[in-house]
């Protein structure tokens, strides 16, 4: 059937109407009105406590150990990540194989593994640690193990090796990203390969390599609570430590969450910042407020 | 210890029965060329028939499988000891190569330096050339080549011709002793041809030894001292370009002419 229209008229716009959405809506709502009021008349949390703790100098405290073992774990494991993903792709086999080996052991296991491995298992099977000439006597340097490895050094250790290896991954993608002809020209002019990667190939690669490096440090976030169980200060070490004298388990769990939640969610904004620069020309990096993009970025998380 | 007179008598470049495979693809099936120092040889020949190739063997990039090449009198990759080869380390490859310059047809401008920076990076890097002599010279040769006002911009904000030019200035920063351009035009829209060959004339006519691989044939005939033809991994003919892109002898060369021009 033939719709006539009159030239010059006016049209109302109907949008399609959402009423599954409208419905899903007041499900959701209903929902966590009654989680909120079982909530409150179980005492299952007791707001003033989490207030309470939520600047007390132990959380705090935890808080800054939480940042700063994030930070340095992800240092190490960028600076690991760079050298075997060089290793990985050398024409040098033996280099290759052992970097291959690398990422395939320590991608392979759990983190929480490892973790457990450098604060309990490297003590208890090497009772010192020694820096001297293999198969001889002479030692420049020894001390007991167990004064070294230490809560933050098996965090470090077992936090930033780990990164390390999903780091060469995504290091080694970077550098595939970068055109051989690049390579080329650089060898044209008499470059050696190591020239060659430090000025021409890693600076394009860092292009690809770095918001996926915002991505990981919003992991490493969450990931540095496993470092609680070598007895490491960070927050929910500390979160632990103070509900098991007071007892104030779920309220405890609450002020860890929101700081874990405040942290990933700052990072997020910063990760918007640093993707816009680099992730030039993708659609996407230009709509997104930094909100839209903190959100994203909270979701996809993996780990 | 050579004489003068000697070195005027030795070949820029000397091929001889040099064969490339890759797999079981045979590209290059002995190649015995010589190119005489100040000389322009261009290199023409249908696609796949191993210039390019040839090119990349002159400098190392690719490594031959049988035939040797000597670029100055020297063995291109390997030492000579009486009848022994040694294989050079990556060190003194790469020395040699500093001493041959490059031309891309796809320019590989290093993108995140400026036309300067480009310009600049390898003398210091394998040259050691101090940081400001390094740039004055580069400055001098983007005027060279016409780009003196470009000096701080990005490779991605000029124009196809423009990062030919800068290109060029880049390989002749290594002061090469040989210059080599594949295809250095093929990728630029035709009105910006003319100022990249112009930039090639003018090296010629300073006395650069130059290999060029170009379909461009009114350049090779002006310009060239020589012209080769291959084709199938073969030199089929070669000669002065008058004779060889006005007279072919051989029916190849015919039908390859026939078609492009
Ligand atoms: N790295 C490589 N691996 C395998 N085959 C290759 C490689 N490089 C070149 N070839 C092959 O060798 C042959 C000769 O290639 P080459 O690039 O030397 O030809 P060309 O004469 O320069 O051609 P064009 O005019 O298209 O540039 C082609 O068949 C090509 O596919
Ligand atoms: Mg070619």
């Known amino acids: 059937m033939a719709v006539d229209v009159e030239p010059g008229a006016t049209f109302t716009v109907v949008p399609v109407r959402r009423y599954g959405q409208i419905v899903l809506a007041?499900?959701?709502?209903?929902?966590?009105?009654?989680?909120?009021?079982?909530?409150a008349s179980s005492h299952f949390v007791n707001p003033a406590v989490v207030g309470q703790y939520l600047l007390n100098p132990l959380i705090l405290g935890g808080l800054a150990n939480t940042i700063f073992v994030s930070i340095a774990a992800m240092v190490i494991g960028i600076v690991l990540g760079v050298v075997f993903a060089v290793m990985k792709m050398s024409s040098n086999t033996v280099l290759a194989a052992v970097s291959g080996f690398y990422i395939w052991f320590f991608r392979g296991t759990p983190v929480l593994v490892q973790l457990i491995f450098w604060f309990n298992g490297v003590p208890a099977v090497f009772h010192d640690l020694s820096l001297g000439i293999p198969f001889t006597h002479v030692i420049f340097f020894s001390m007991p193990m167990v004064a070294f490895m230490t809560p933050l050094a098996a965090s470090l250790l077992g936090l930033g090796l780990n990164e390390g290896a999903y780091m060469a991954e995504i290091v080694r993608g970077g550098i595939l990203a970068v055109d051989e002809g690049q390579v080329e020209a650089a060898q044209a002019l008499g470059m050696v390969s190591a020239q060659t990667m430090r000025r021409i190939v890693l600076p394009q690669?860092?292009?690809?390599?770095?918001?996926?490096?915002?991505?990981?440090?919003?992991?490493?976030?969450?990931?540095?609570?496993?470092?609680?169980?070598?007895?490491?200060?960070?927050?929910?070490?500390?979160?632990?430590d103070i509900y098991s004298s007071n007892l104030f388990v779920v309220e405890l769990l609450v002020v860890a969450s929101l700081w874990y939640l405040l942290l990933t969610?700052?990072?997020?904004?910063?990760?918007?910042?640093?993707?816009?620069?680099?992730?030039?020309?993708?659609?996407r990096a230009e709509r997104e407020t930094p909100w839209q993009a903190a959100l994203r970025n909270l979701m996809k998380l993996r780990r | 210890m050579s004489m003068p007179a000697l070195q005027t008598m030795r070949p820029m470049v000397r091929a001889e029965g040099v064969h490339k495979r890759f797999g079981r693809l045979e590209v290059?099936?002995?190649?015995?060329?010589?190119?005489?120092?100040?000389?322009?040889?261009?290199?023409?020949?249908?696609?796949?028939?191993?210039?390019?190739?040839?090119?990349?063997?002159?400098?190392?990039?690719?490594?031959?499988?049988?035939?040797?090449?000597?670029?100055?009198?020297?063995?291109?990759?390997?030492?000579?000891?009486?009848t022994t080869l040694y294989e050079l380390h990556e060190r003194e490859l790469a020395q040699r190569r500093a001493e041959i310059g490059m031309?891309?047809?796809?320019?590989?401008?290093?993108?995140?330096?400026?036309?300067?920076?480009?310009?600049?990076?390898?003398p210091i890097l394998v040259k050691r050339v101090?940081?400001?002599?390094?740039?004055?010279?580069?400055?001098?040769?983007?005027?060279?080549?016409?780009?003196?006002?470009?000096?701080?911009?990005?490779?991605?904000?000029?124009?196809?011709?423009?990062?030919?030019?800068?290109?060029?200035?880049?390989?002749?920063?290594?002061?090469?002793?040989l210059m080599l351009f594949d295809e250095p035009t093929s990728a630029l829209d035709p009105e910006l041809v003319g100022e990249v060959l112009a930039v090639m004339r003018q090296l010629a006519h300073d006395g650069m030894t130059m290999i060029v691989v170009t379909h461009e044939m009114q350049f090779a005939r002006e310009v060239g001292d020589r012209v080769v033809f291959m084709d199938g991994g073969v030199v089929v003919e070669q000669g002065p370009p008058e004779e060889v892109l006005a007279n072919p002898k051989h029916e190849r060369t015919r039908s390859f002419l026939a078609r492009i021009l």
Not at chain 2, 108 to 121: D, G, R, S
Request: with cysteine; hydrophobic share 45%.
């Open chain 2, 130 to 177: 101090p940081r400001n002599e390094a740039a004055e010279r580069a400055r001098r040769l983007l005027e060279r080549v016409g780009l003196a006002e470009k000096a701080d911009v990005y490779p991605a904000q000029l124009s196809g011709g423009q990062q030919q030019r800068v290109a060029i200035a880049r390989a002749l920063a290594m002061e090469p002793k």
């Open chain 1, 265 to 283: 969610t700052v990072a997020s904004i910063g990760q918007y910042y640093v993707e816009k620069r680099f992730a030039r020309g993708t659609a």
């Open chain 1, 205 to 240: 690669a860092m292009r690809v390599i770095i918001p996926p490096i915002g991505n990981e440090f919003i992991s490493m976030l969450k990931t540095s609570s496993l470092a609680s169980v070598v007895t490491f200060g960070e927050l929910l070490r500390r979160a632990s």
């Open chain 1, 26 to 39: 007041l499900v959701v709502a209903l929902l966590v009105a009654w989680l909120a009021a079982a909530g």
């Open chain 2, 28 to 82: 290059l099936r002995g190649i015995d060329l010589e190119v005489q120092p100040r000389e322009v040889m261009m290199l023409i020949g249908p696609s796949g028939s191993g210039k390019s190739t040839f090119l990349r063997c002159i400098n190392h990039l690719e490594q031959i499988n049988a035939g040797r090449i000597w670029v100055d009198g020297e063995l291109v990759g390997y030492r000579q000891v009486g």
């Open chain 2, 103 to 122: 031309v891309f047809q796809r320019f590989n401008l290093f993108p995140h330096m400026t036309a300067l920076q480009n310009v600049m990076e390898a």
